[in-house]
């Protein structure tokens, strides 16, 4: 499995060396700064990184959000909620069994100071959130980037298993174009069309292989009818 890390407009180099040194510990394979407030390759930010410095090298920056995802992308926040689909979350310990072993992870963290945008997170396939004291239940950036990484190395570099088939991209979007086709037809109100669609497509998104195609032919089968 491919496992990618996409650092959105980070602000301080302390934190972004930090996460280049938890990147070497945990053999991260790409990493991809979007927008970010500094030189990522900042004498400070080398300081910080420790032995992980060499990895610089393996940072892409880019100015699109959008284009920086790939594969299965999983968003993360402080901010939850169960009654607002894009609020709704797992936690980093659920990642395999929810998910399976996708041929490639990518992870999203937001700035330091706000986090990532509603729309933003609308994009991912879904939200990971790492519970904390409720009275002050946001972490550091560099930490909670730590925690995920480990729990991603625990249970896929770690604890390999025989998993069901993953679905591949293009078959997720077709059921996707389908289900937007549907929710045209028999959803009028906008507003809940788009909050529908995004848990939907969480939800095709956690299946196997088989149960997406069988998905597909039963929506394909509504379509026509």
Not at 36 to 61: C, H, N, T
Not at 97 to 111: I, M, N
Not at 140 to 156: G, T
Not at 210 to 217: D, H, I, T
Request: include cysteine; charge should be positive; proline fraction near 4%.
């Amino acid at each position: 499995m491919k496992v990618r890390l996409v650092l959105v407009e980070p602000e301080g180099k302390i934190n972004f060396g930090f996460i280049l040194r938890l990147a070497k510990n945990f053999e991260v394979d790409e990493i991809l700064a979007v927008k970010p407030k500094f030189d990522i390759r900042d004498e400070e930010v080398l300081r910080f990184a420790a032995q992980g410095k060499d990895y610089v090298s393996k940072v892409k920056v880019l100015e699109d959000y959008k284009s920086a995802l790939m594969g299965l992308s999983i968003c993360t926040s402080a901010k939850v909620s169960d009654a607002d689909p894009v609020r709704s979350f797992v936690v980093p310990w659920e990642l395999k069994e929810v998910f399976g072993e996708p041929e490639v992870l990518t992870l999203v963290f937001g700035r330091e100071s706000v986090g990532l945008t509603r729309e933003e997170l609308a994009l991912c396939d879904a939200l990971l959130h790492v519970p904390a004291s409720k009275r002050y239940p946001v972490l550091n950036l560099s930490h909670a980037v730590a925690i995920v990484l480990w729990e991603v190395w625990k249970q896929y570099r770690l604890e390999r298993g025989k998993l069901p088939e993953r679905p591949s991209g293009e078959e997720v979007g077709l059921v996707m174009e389908v289900l937007e086709e549907l929710a045209k037809r028999f959803v009028r109100d906008e507003v809940k069309r788009d909050r529908l669609l995004i848990s939907l497509r969480r939800l095709v998104s956690k299946g196997t292989k088989q149960e997406v195609r069988s998905l597909l032919y039963v929506l394909g089968k509504c379509l026509k009818r």
